[in-house]
């Protein structure tokens, strides 16, 4: 017998991504989305490090994963694209983890 979960692996992704973008702080997903939008103007491709860098401390936020639905909704918007390239990030804390590199889809 075959139980059906209640949701699909992209569903719980999707609700997953949302609900870190609610517990950002206020102004985060705006200053974060703003800052993906002239990284993307500059750069033809790019690494979430590269955001962070461009945002400083103008929108500090508890929730640091909420940069992860900043960079699905730049997506969606069509401003970017992932690829499957990764990346060394270059940021102390995160140790050198692999970061997925974007691609601008804006004309450069």
């Known amino acids: 017998m075959t139980l059906a979960l209640p949701f699909t692996g992209p569903e719980l992704r999707d609700e997953a991504v ?6 950002a702080a206020p102004a985060f997903n705006d200053l974060a989305f703003a ?6 103007k500059r750069r033809h491709r790019f690494i ?3 955001v962070w860098a461009e945002l400083g401390e103008a929108a500090p936020t508890h ?3 909420a940069m ?9 918007a069509g401003i970017i694209e992932p690829t499957d390239e990764f ?3 270059e940021q102390r804390n995160c140790h050198s983890n692999p970061r997925r590199v ?3 889809l804006w004309r450069h």
């Open 102 to 104: 974007w691609r601008s």
């Open 63 to 65: 929730e640091k994963r």
């Open 87 to 89: 990346r060394a990030s």
């Open 48 to 50: 979430v490090d590269m």
């Open 35 to 40: 800052a993906v939008c002239r990284v993307a």
């Open 18 to 23: 949302d609900r870190v973008a609610r517990n």
């Open 68 to 76: 992860g639905a900043v960079m699905v909704k730049a997506s969606r």
